[in-house]
């Protein structure tokens, strides 16, 4: 049986125009990359929210714009740390469709778990699995030379992904510790932790058991409590909340695994899920 968790209210009034001046700074952010690759942070969180703010109006992503922004939002994701990690001057990232040369970068204050983790799950949800392959070679200690403190847990899940996808034999410790740091009682923001971060987490434990059941229940979990979170007053607003990032990359993993899903949801867009979209053109 499919259940729907419908998405929080969000206003729509002037979204058209609000997209075509994201879609106008993501782009100049991307351009300029060329003169000053240390722009990346800047332009990756632009093109991220763009992404999330096409699903306003189409939260299926079933037309080419919206995978369009997906896709440019993934390659800037996967440049942060192709730039980050070149041991050359400069390194070949296509991006926006055009391949651009970007300056080595090393460690910058966006290289760090949370801009891998969200890179990470662009990447799967667009089914990139070279882009995949190459996140999961950053070395997680690189991601501590950004000059902030990060929570443990948030190295810890990095840790996990990175050994999944390698195929390490560690793989269950690395997930049981991911899942103890984000103990409510040791993290600095236990809301944040328990709706928004834990959720894949749990999620992805239920799938490296083939628990389908389990999987569905938590997916629903999932898409309650951001829903619950996202509709808080001070956040229903901001773009970033209409799409369940996290879950939606989970459940790409399992869709390709051939789990049946049972969940559905505007916070998940049905067609990235599907792949529909996969290999309409270069990326």
């Not at 079933?62 to 050359?88: L, N, R």
């Not at 991006?95 to 801009?115: C, E, F, M």
Request: charged share 20%.
């Amino acid at each position: 049986m499919v259940s729907t968790i419908p998405r929080h209210p969000f206003p729509t009034e002037n979204t058209e125009e609000g997209l075509a001046l994201l879609r106008e700074t993501a782009q100049e952010e991307i351009d300029a990359l060329e003169e000053s690759s240390t722009g990346l942070g800047d332009a990756f969180q632009t093109s991220l929210i763009l992404a999330h703010s096409h699903c306003l109006l189409d939260p299926r992503a079933a037309i080419f714009p919206t995978w369009d922004a997906w896709v440019t939002a993934m390659q800037v994701g996967s440049a942060v740390f192709a730039a980050a990690t070149t041991t050359e001057p400069h390194v070949q990232c296509r991006i926006a469709h055009k391949d651009r040369t970007l300056q080595a970068t090393g460690p910058q204050w966006y290289v760090n778990p949370s801009t891998w983790i969200n890179a990470l799950y662009l990447a799967v949800a667009c089914r990139e699995k070279d882009r995949i392959n190459a996140l999961c070679r950053v070395p997680v200690s690189l991601l501590r030379e950004n000059g902030s403190r990060f929570e443990e847990y948030q190295y810890a899940w990095v840790e996990t992904l990175q050994a999944y996808w390698r195929g390490d034999m560690d793989l269950v410790r690395k997930l049981v510790a991911a899942v103890d740091a984000t103990d409510p009682r040791s993290v600095a923001d236990p809301e944040t932790v328990s709706k928004i971060v834990y959720p894949p987490m749990e999620l992805f434990h239920r799938f490296i058991r083939k628990d389908n059941a389990g999987f569905n229940q938590a997916l629903l979990n999932a898409l309650r409590w951001h829903k619950e979170y996202w509709s808080e007053e001070s956040r229903a607003l901001h773009a970033t909340g209409l799409v369940a990032l996290g879950p939606l990359a989970m459940v790409c993993i399992a869709y390709d695994a051939g789990m049946p899903i049972e969940g559905e949801s505007d916070y998940l867009p049905a067609v990235l899920i599907k792949r529909n979209w996969c290999g309409e053109f270069p990326t």
